[in-house]
């Protein structure tokens, strides 16, 4: 998805979705940024948004490739603005936090629930989980095992695999790293997490914004919504618990686009 102004403005944004969902995650808040004067690029990670909901695609994601479509991206949008932010939820939330980490010529990046870590579980644990999980055999398990296809939103796949939940972890795992023993290189890293979210240990991504804190103070901001209703992903407006009339206009501010 591309809203753009015909030249290059003042901002280009990158938002990224989650896993198992599309560029269509952002059908909503992406013409609200680009009403305030930024081209907005989504671009569609691989395997996600095919019409077949219940495809098997997902089983070919490798975090390699996530990793350098979100590279490509933030290349794209540098034609696209003077300046850079990114965005994105879950999935898309580690992809923000490793650029946030590794490129300087992101101004601003708004990780969204990254999943770090799932269901509480400490970095530690999770990382051995990891590793166990992937040298087990790929396995498809409904997101909603009581409403399975009928799952909402029904943009999305229903279905997620567990190699392709483990392969965005190993994202994560490069994030904290890194966060160990180099500073950020964006100019401003914003974590957002909803304080009731159910799928991921915001603990976390808590410890990764104080290390980066304490490599480098300016710019590093850890925020929780208190207010939300227990749910994941708070951006898709298929989504009945999104609250976007509360979350949105957060967002817009956390990005900092505003020209007047």
């Known amino acids: 998805m591309l809203l753009d102004h015909g030249d290059r403005a003042p901002w280009a944004v990158v938002l990224f979705h989650g896993l198992t969902n599309n560029p269509g995650q952002f059908r909503t808040l992406a013409p609200q940024i680009h009403a305030l004067g ?29 990793v350098a479509q979100a590279a490509a991206a933030v290349d794209i949008a540098r034609g696209l603005g003077e300046r850079v932010a990114v965005l994105g939820i879950s999935m898309g939330g580690l ?12 101004a601003v990046s708004v990780p969204i629930a990254p999943d770090f870590s799932v269901l509480g579980l400490p970095a530690g644990v999770m990382a051995f989980v990891r590793s166990v999980v992937l040298a087990l055999p790929n396995l498809f398990l409904w997101w909603d095992p009581r409403v399975r ?8 796949y229903p279905r997620f695999c567990t190699h392709a939940l483990m392969q965005t972890l190993r994202i994560g795992d490069t994030v904290r790293r890194l966060a160990y023993t180099t500073a950020p290189r964006a100019s401003a ?12 240990n915001n603990a976390v991504a808590h410890d990764i914004d104080r290390l980066w804190r304490s490599r480098r103070a300016a710019g590093i901001d850890y925020v929780e919504y ?7 992903d708070i951006i898709d407006p298929g989504n009945p618990m999104a ?6 206009p957060r967002l817009i501010d956390a990005l900092a686009i505003r020209t007047s």
């Open 38 to 66: 930024a081209n907005v690029y989504v671009p569609r990670m691989p395997f996600h948004g095919y019409a077949d909901r219940l495809t098997n695609a997902l089983a070919g994601l490798r975090a390699e490739e996530l």
């Open 95 to 106: 992809q923000c936090a490793y650029l946030g980490a590794v490129r300087d010529d992101v």
């Open 149 to 156: 296809e009928a799952m909402r939103p029904l943009t999305a």
């Open 189 to 200: 890293i914003r974590t957002i997490v909803n304080r009731a979210d159910p799928a991921v």
């Open 226 to 232: 208190a207010d939300l209703p227990e749910n994941h």
């Open 243 to 248: 609250r976007t009339d509360i979350v949105y």
